[in-house]
């Protein structure tokens, strides 16, 4: 085992014996790696520390090397992490760990009382340190920038910390005399601080040296006023006016006894489940050591989110490492606040001050406290802050104290704060909760129903501890009748209510704290009842320029009622409900619909322009005639549309939101634009669950509403999607429906878009004459319309029927057409299916290396474009073409492919028909089980998708692997 020591001299040891370590740049990049353990060091950290901001051409392969060199002696506690290097060091293994751990015991037993055995520890503790810390250490570079420095004074003000509360240990056992040389020798190294010139003047004074006393208080002043121009502090003055008038107290008080330690944390929650790691990492943080300034640690967090909770469960862990007290107050930030002046009056008094001491001002007792909580371990805990002014009294100046700080927004003005924002429960944490409320065997018996509760309280710790109380009280309701009456959003926050606990009071108080253009946007983005929306939705919904609404929804933010989405922002199920309370009560009738127009205006403005700038694919027609809402500028557009699919992938959950939400409000226009324009990436991208939903709900409302021009569109949309599943029967009968429409409202373009994927439709199920009849109408209507899109398209359907029924020479021509319009049209989605067919034509012909160019080209246009079908399939076709030119393994690495992009996209024809290929393919280069298993799987599918054709060959093929098998076996 490898041990370190940095309390003096840098030391290595290493079973037992030094390790040397020569090289001074090797020393300098151990020592920034210790006093870093257990966190990444970064590469540009390392180079500051050994070149400050020149390092040579030749710095990072230095360090590297330094590094290799390291781990020669190390072993593998080196790391490589990203961007850098972590050094792994067990607990015991590094002498300052050991020495904060040997305080931390010291400072338990004097909480105990027992003063002589911390005593002992203490000392223990202090003889680890060898010297100053890393004293032979020097980095060449920028000690400063490599948090070298820092670590240092951190360091040595444990040391002393360490030290001083040993001296308040001896005072306990009265052994002031036996103190008086080291605290000499203190206040000589220590000349400016205060608390340790106090002990000294303590100890004299008990000591019957009043006279010397008095001088080290005579000479304190002095270094005070000639090093830094001040007067001293409040407690030495106070200490040297009370030995001046001879005050009986200080001989009738033990020595350095503290005072009685404060101890007004609430009682610790006995069911708090579900946050210890962030409980432990609060732990940290509040008891890490620093140099000049107490830890301050902020959370925040929505409502109901069980920071008091945490907190006080925070405060009662980490009491032992403040033994001078734990003070607590809760600053009402959500109702009437504290006045900051009154808490510090309390909290003297806590401390011991004298009522009739403590002064009127707040300035004052701010003074009078940090000065009173100096050289003290303190636990300060401000719960459910209102914010930065109401805090920053309050907040001691002592290094040894903490202040844990609680408030809904985040307090982001707090000096030196480090900020924790604490989210809900996970689904696990939140039955944990209720498993512990109601007892296993009652969560066990229930779980599922108990998931759903969970659920639909939005796992808001809160609401769970609400539903728990309900359910304890009444252990002959089953955990479902809880779970189906929070099932209406309407009523769950008259659900979750009980004795002085309510879900709806603490979000009223959030609510009542914002302005009223905040409250108003609350509102409005409870009427639209959407989960989560874009960062440009309160634009939308209040009809304001971007950056003034952002602004507004910003400040929900910092309130903790909306949350920062990946997309945009989330609103929490019981958030939403609460607004949309509000907005049912405070709103005019008509303001929560025309907003949610506003809002499906905007997205139908960017799904507009993302579909124009993405070429080929499914193409939707007319544009629909709902009202579209913009107040992005051109160039903002080709910023946020810089990548159409990749806006498109981003946005899906919002755009599918939205179009359910229009539909379900009867704005039947908006919902089948909407609909019909996604159905371009849907197809693209496979979403082809979404496809069904959006275009289904939309056409829901285009027949609730008599909507004919919206059913016709929905219909023919549809009617494609079931083309991609091979669903033939339920693709036909919504084409015909989608046909009688546009005949009916003489829509001659929904026709040709129509009459095309019938031609597919009748093509697939073989049915030629009846494909070649609605293609050939369709290339007459594109022909009529001038539309050369749908010329290509309806050419490429024209020579995938003569294909099928064996006409090649007039599928090559129609193909070669199709083809030469998409790449004039750059419809590089048309482009690449086209060169697929066209492939397959041409490697029937003998013309092979056409056939491969076409089927590469057709795979790269595809896998640009992140059409994942077509990609399968153009791999599926160069195994093939592989397969019959006798380059076996080039086809089971395409086929391979080709197997796992077919059912990634759930294409279960394509899969099988990839996988009798790769059993071929298996076969011809000899390997036997690996063609049975793959031939296996394509006889499964096959029975699934009723395809005979496919299961006649791969039966053949599973034959001659059995034939061959028999024939190896005799032959052995």
């Known amino acids: 085992m490898v041990s370190y020591r940095i309390l003096g001299p840098l030391e290595v040891i290493r079973a037992g014996q030094p390790v040397p370590l020569r090289s001074p740049k090797q020393r300098a990049v151990l020592a920034v790696l210790l006093v870093h353990a257990g966190r990444v060091v970064s590469l540009d950290l390392l180079l500051a520390a050994l070149w400050g901001d020149a390092p040579p051409d030749t710095a990072v392969g230095q360090v590297q090397t330094l590094i290799w060199r390291l781990r020669g002696v190390l072993g593998d506690a080196i790391a490589t992490r990203p961007g850098g290097y972590r050094l792994v060091v067990a607990p015991d293994a590094l002498d300052a760990t050991v020495f904060a751990a040997t305080t931390a015991e010291a400072a338990e037993l004097v909480a105990a009382g027992r003063l002589a055995e911390a005593s002992r520890r203490y000392g223990d503790a202090l003889a680890a340190w060898r010297g100053p810390v890393l004293a032979d250490v020097r980095l060449p570079g920028d000690p400063g920038v490599a948090g070298f420095h820092a670590a240092v004074a951190e360091l040595t003000e444990q040391r002393l910390a360490a030290e001083r509360d040993r001296i308040d240990v001896e005072f306990g056992l009265g052994r002031h005399a036996e103190l008086i040389p080291r605290l ?10 205060e608390e340790l010139r106090e002990r000294l003047m303590r100890a004299l004074h008990r000591a019957g040296r009043r006279a010397e006393a008095l001088e080290v208080y005579r000479q304190g002043r002095a270094a005070g006023v000639a090093e830094l121009g001040l007067e001293p502090g409040p407690a030495l003055q106070a200490l040297h006016g009370r030995i001046l008038a001879g005050d009986p107290l200080l001989d009738d008080t033990p020595d350095g006894a503290p005072a009685p330690a404060a101890a007004q944390l609430p009682m610790d929650a006995p069911d708090f489940v579900g946050r210890d790691a962030v409980a432990a990492d609060l732990v940290a943080r509040l008891t890490a050591a620093t140099a000049t300034a107490p830890r301050v640690v902020a959370v925040s967090g929505v409502a109901g989110g069980g920071k008091t909770t945490l907190a006080v469960h ?10 001078h007290g734990q003070l607590f107050v809760d600053l009402r930030g959500g109702g009437e606040p504290l006045d900051p002046g009154a808490v510090l009056g309390r909290f003297l008094q806590a401390l011991g001050e004298d009522p009739r001491a403590v002064p009127a001002g707040t300035d004052e007792r701010a003074a009078l406290f940090r000065a009173r909580t100096a050289g003290r371990r303190l636990l300060v805990v401000l719960d459910n802050a209102a914010g930065e002014n109401q805090v920053r009294p309050l907040l001691p100046a002592e290094p040894g104290c903490a202040v844990l700080v609680t408030a809904r927004r985040r307090l982001t003005a707090l000096p030196g704060a480090v900020h924790v924002d604490l989210g809900v429960f996970t689904a696990e944490q939140a039955v944990d909760l209720l498993r512990h409320a109601l007892g296993p065997a009652r969560v066990t018996a229930e779980h599922a129903d108990c998931r759903r509760v969970a659920e639909r309280c939005g796992h808001l710790p809160l609401a769970i501890r609400i539903a728990a109380a309900r359910l304890a009280a009444r252990p002959h309701w089953p955990v479902r009748r809880l779970a189906d009456q929070l099932a209406d959003e309407r009523a769950r926050l008259d659900v979750l209510r009980t004795g002085d606990l309510a879900v709806r009071s603490s979000l009223a108080t959030s609510y009542q704290e914002l302005t009223g253009a905040e409250r108003r946007l609350l509102r409005l983005l409870g009427a639209v009842d959407l989960p989560r929306v874009p960062s440009w939705a309160a634009a939308a919904l209040l009809d304001l320029p971007l950056a003034a609404a952002e602004e507004l929804t910003e400040r929900l933010v910092e309130a903790r009622l909306v949350d920062v989405d990946p997309a945009g922002y989330r609103l929490h199920d019981l958030v939403r ?27 139908l403005t960017l799904t507009d322009e993302a579909y124009r700038r993405t070429p080929g694919g499914f193409r939707r027609g007319p544009a629909g005639t709902a009202p579209r809402w913009s107040r992005w500028t051109a160039a903002e557009l080709d910023v946020v549309l810089a990548d159409p699919v990749s806006w498109f992938e981003a946005a899906r959950g919002p755009l599918t939101g939205a179009v359910r939400r229009a539909a379900s409000a009867g704005l039947d226009e908006a919902a089948w634009n909407l609909a019909n324009t996604l159905g371009r990436f849907f197809e693209l991208r496979e979403h082809l669950d979404d496809w069904d939903a959006t275009t289904g709900q939309a056409l829901a409302a285009c027949e609730a509403a008599g909507n004919e021009t919206g059913q016709a569109w929905l219909l023919r949309a549809r009617g494609e999607r079931y083309l991609d599943l091979d669903r033939l029967d339920d693709a036909r009968r919504c084409l015909d429906a989608a046909l009688t429409r546009f005949e009916r409202l003489g829509e001659r373009a929904g026709q040709a878009l129509t009459l095309r994927a019938a031609g597919t439709a009748h093509r697939l199920r073989r049915d030629d004459a009846a494909a070649m009849t609605a293609l050939g109408r369709a290339e007459a209507l594109t022909v009529e319309l001038g539309d050369p899109t749908g010329q290509a398209q309806v050419l490429f359907g024209l020579g995938a029927a003569h294909r099928v029924a064996g006409r090649t020479d007039a599928a090559e021509t129609a193909f070669r057409a199709a083809l030469a319009l998409f790449r004039q049209l750059d419809d590089r989605f048309g482009e690449a299916y086209t060169s697929t067919s066209l492939a397959l034509v041409l490697g029937r012909e003998g013309a092979e290396a056409d056939a491969g160019r076409l089927l ?52 279960g024809i394509g899969e099988l028909i990839a996988l009798r290929r790769l059993g071929a393919a298996h076969l011809a280069l000899g390997r036997l089980p690996a063609a049975r298993s793959a031939l296996r799987g394509c006889l499964a599918l096959c029975r699934v998708h009723g395809e005979e054709q496919e299961r006649e060959r791969a039966l053949r093929l599973l034959g001659e692997a059995r034939t061959r098998a028999a024939s190896e076996v005799r032959a052995s």
């Open 184 to 193: 000499h020798r203190m206040v000589r190294d220590e000349p400016l601080r």
């Open 314 to 323: 925070v405060g009662h862990l980490v009491r032992a490492s403040f033994p």
């Open 577 to 603: 409900a609460y607004a949309g309370e509000r907005g049912a009560a405070e709103e005019p009738a008509g303001v929560g619909r025309a907003a949610l127009a506003r809002l499906v205006g905007g997205w």
């Open 856 to 907: 590469r080209r057709a795979l790269a246009l595809c896998e640009e474009l992140g059409y994942r079908r077509g990609a399968a399939i153009s791999r599926g076709h160069l195994g093939d073409l592989h397969l019959r030119t006798g380059e076996y393994e080039r086809a089971v690495a395409e086929l391979t492919e080709a197997v796992a992009g077919s059912r990634e996209v759930g294409d």
